[in-house]
T-cell receptor
Framework: QKEVEQNSGPLSVPEGAIASLNCTYS??????FFWYRQYSGKSPELIMF????GDKEDGRFTAQLNKASQYVSLLIRDSQPSDSATYLC????????????FGSGTRLSIRP | EPEVTQTPSHQVTQMGQEVILRCVPI?????FYWYRQILGQKVEFLVS????????KSEIFDDQFSVERPDGSNFTLKIRSTKLEDSAMYFC????????????FGDGTRLSIL
């Protein structure tokens, strides 16, 4: 079982709509969850992080966490063409105080 | 806004040669990391460094790899004898104290082994 799983996409969403990106993780002891955005050939850029069950909103972005279901999601409201990128879900490892484990990413395409 | 800086942006090296990738973490950060991303694959953890020593390393980080913080600002990754399969993007990251704090990434070094 993969440690962090994401649908690879591509996920195509019309401009102005809500994009919903999902991620599941296998380590039930994980405590912190991160969403990074990665444009092609660029480095991961932190978008959101969440620690507690429920929703966390920051501008057009909302992260949702359900530890019982081992599920974390990212909603992007009013999607813009500039949101077209690969979104990486990352989870800290319970066995480690250091590293985070990345999923393979979901490629999001916003069509005008 | 403070950022992690990496040099060079692109390094081309002959197989078997040594290469050093350099990073300047954000100044008040205490934990430093190297990750790599082979083209088309996911970001993989290599090593973490805290209090002037390695705190964790992955299976990828074998005897050919080493890290060093030679002064108060730089953090380096050395690959002693490069292989073709070392070709990848190498990202440096850093974070403040606090286990759950997010890691901030540099722009990366693209390493090409010929």
């Amino acid at each position: 079982q993969k440690e962090v799983e994401q649908n690879s996409g591509p996920l195509s969403v019309p401009e102005g709509a809500i994009a919903s990106l999902n991620c599941t993780y296998s380590d039930r002891g994980s405590q912190s969850f991160f969403w990074y955005r990665q444009y092609s050939g660029k480095s991961p850029e932190l978008i959101m992080f969440i620690y507690s069950n429920g929703d966390k909103e920051d501008g057009r972005f909302t992260a949702q966490l359900n530890k019982a279901s081992q599920y974390v999601s990212l909603l992007i409201r009013d999607s813009q063409p500039s949101d077209s990128a690969t979104y990486l879900c990352a989870v800290n490892s319970r066995s480690s105080a250091s590293k985070i484990i990345f999923g393979s990413g979901t490629r999001l395409s916003i069509r005008p | 806004e403070p950022e992690v800086t990496q040099t060079p942006s692109h390094q081309v090296t002959q197989m078997g040669q040594e290469v050093i990738l350099r990073c300047v973490p954000i100044s008040n950060h205490l934990y430093f990391y190297w990750y790599r991303q082979i083209l088309g694959q996911k970001v993989e953890f290599l090593v973490s460094f805290y209090n002037n020593e390695i705190s964790e390393k992955s299976e990828i980080f074998d005897d050919q790899f080493s890290v060093e913080r030679p002064d108060g600002s730089n953090f380096t990754l050395k690959i002693r004898s490069t292989k073709l399969e070392d070709s990848a993007m190498y990202f440096c990251a850093s974070r403040v104290d606090g286990r759950d704090q997010p890691q901030h990434f540099g722009d990366g070094t693209r390493l090409s082994i010929l």
